[in-house]
């Protein structure tokens, strides 16, 4: 990995004190002001250790790591004596979802305050135990020290009061020591030394194995359960509708069951879902929410202009986490209910059982314990959710439900199909002179709580159905869903773009990473590459003469430079561009692919250039931009939801292939440090260039344009043949 540093000042950690509204208050973060109490966020042990807890939870991607780096340069403490807690909704702040890339932005700004505030409290302490003022003591490597001598941060934990508001402190900027240096994570050495640290390793007292049996396909009604088929038996069949399940205390025993109740229950079957070659037809067909981002006058006629067009799409895909979902619930005998989830929102999915379930939200706490892999709304939620709906047969018992690989693969929320129509004025000399771009799918949110129902799987299988309305989208303000990153960055003269979301589907969808940035940059990026071969300009310098933003040029003169832009490459070797800024809001990122494509396509190598602000750990930063750029390889050239006109085929890795280790390229990311800018979120930025990286290098090895993904060696050969036509 290196490091491009631009001629910025930086070096200590500012501006604690200094935000301020036009009256001279100072603003706080506004996760702050809506979790106002300092115990909400940190307490101090006997040990000297300070306990963190947050509102986001860590799926791997390493955030935990950094927002204890944040709290140990604030407090001057090392590392190891920062414990950062799970997320828990009656014991931490509610911080909505782990979503977005905006936990750093989020987090990063509170812990500031909330640890200025709590240094100033250990300082008073310190200070009324010697009887001397507040300026005469200093802090030192977690220990206050004064006149007096020396009180480690334990020796003062009695003395603190933190159920108090927290807020702004006229307190000196710290010094970085660990914030931008490349910290070890904090959560692997448990991971690699096997210790039991993910849901699946939960052990409670009374613990209990559940299965469900789901329908055979989307909108399957139960006719008859088959019980017969285990009747004799130590496991206890729960019913309710068409939600099926086995409780027992032996997991294999309850397996067996569920596969004899799978194969004797009957089931009614529609077949209503939509033709999976012509996905296009589907989504267009609407009935739609349309949405105008932007529609900006039109420019006066320029005379000499073409008018040139193209369609790209992407399929369904599937979040494909190598460990399935897994819950765990008790239902307690007075009525209270504990829950142990993987969720991205612990807060969302207690609100929603609560909904679905008729009971007081305060009676349910959700705590959040790690799992492998989550790239957006999976199927945590609705595994929660299970287990919830099998506890309640058997209160006072805990009941853990793993889903199977099948359940994973056909049940889970899908990243949503989309299509889309890119449209330019291009003059004489090649440069765009108007831009018009619609896209259409499905919505990118049907987490926990959207519309005002509950969102779980099961809801809408039980007597009483509770059923899903087609997913939304998150506000534009947000980022959108659909529309994210529709809007291109470059300076294209005016422009018209608009979201066309489907309201109904019997194809369930919501949040994968990066949302509708994948497919929008995609097809921005194939767009632009492809009016640049028309003008006989070099793909780069195209971008870059249509681009004012000075961040995104360096991103994009970074990549191109490391990845050796412009050098003669071997027939049937291509390299190919791919630039964004997620959200037009958040992290720069340009991404340069060399491929080989001859029997089928192999990456060679991807390049990466990232501006995140302030980079606060480098290796966090490089494997989240690394880890998404290979998931969006895979994306771009393998994956893809398959199902018939009832039931979903893709249901293990023979019909759904992901990127094996094999085919993985050497990544490198080159970080493009602005010490003095805010810090922003990494984990989603790489996925849209990567994809139009690949497809353009494609193009530039062989001279084909493939707009409809996955890159295929079939789809290849059908672009080659429409080409010839």
Known sequence: MRRARP???????????????????????RHLL?????????AVRDDGTVEVRVGKVELGQGILTVLAQVVADELDL???????????????????????????????????????????LLVAAAAARWGVTAGLVTIEDGALVGPSGRLAYGDLAGDLDLDVPAGRVDAPPVARRLVGTSSARIDLPDKVAGVP??????????????????PPSPGAELLDAGESAVAGSDCLVVVDGSFLGVVGADELAVARAADRLRA?????????????????????????????????????????????????????????SIAPSCGVARWEDDGALSVWSHSQGVHRLRDAIALALDLDAARVEVEHVQNAGCYGHNAADDAAFDAVLLARAVPGRPVMVRWSRRDELAWGPFGPAMTADVAAEVDGTGRIRGWTYDVWGQGHTARPGYSGVP???????????????????????????????????????????????????PVRSSALRALGAHLNVFAIESFVDELARLAGRDPLAYRLDHLSDPRGRAVLEVAAGAAGWGRHLEDGVGLGIGFARYKGTGAYCAVVAEVEAESAVRVRRLTVAVDVGLVLNPDGVRNQIEGGAVQATSWTLKERVRFDRTRVTSDDWESYPVLRFSEVPPVEVVLVDRPDLPSVGAGEAAQGPTAAALANALDAALGVRVRDLPLTAEAVVAAIDAQDA
């Open 7 to 29: 001629d910025r000042p930086g070096g200590r950690e500012g501006g604690r004190g200094t935000s301020v509204t036009a009256d001279g208050s100072p603003v706080l973060p």
């Open 455 to 505: 969102g779980l799987l099961a809801a809408a299988h039980l007597e009483h159905p509770l059923d899903h309305p087609g997913a939304a989208d998150p506000p534009l303000a947000a980022g959108g869903g659909t529309a994210r990153n529709a809007v291109p960055a470059y300076d294209v003269g005016p422009r018209r773009v608009t979201a066309h979301r489907v309201l109904a589907s």
């Open 34 to 42: 809506a979790n106002p109490l300092l115990s909400q966020w940190v």
């Open 197 to 214: 640290r993910f849901i699946a390793d939960l052990r409670l007292p009374g613990q209990l194995v559940g299965r469900v049996v789901r």
């Open 78 to 120: 090392p590392l190891d004596r920062v414990r950062m807690l799970p997320a828990n909704t009656a014991l931490g702040p509610d911080q909505d979802l782990t979503a977005g890339s905006m936990s750093v932005i989020d987090t990063a700004p509170v812990l500031r305050v909330v640890g200025a505030h709590l240094r100033a």
């Open 264 to 320: 004797t229950a009957t089931w009614k079957e529609r077949a209503d879902l939509p033709d999976e070659d012509d996905l296009g037809a589907f989504l267009r067909a609407g009935p739609h929410e349309d949405v105008v981002v932007l529609a900006e006058e039109p420019a006066p006629d320029a005379g000499d202009v073409r008018r040139l067009r193209a369609s790209y799409s992407r399929p369904f895909l599937a979040h494909a």
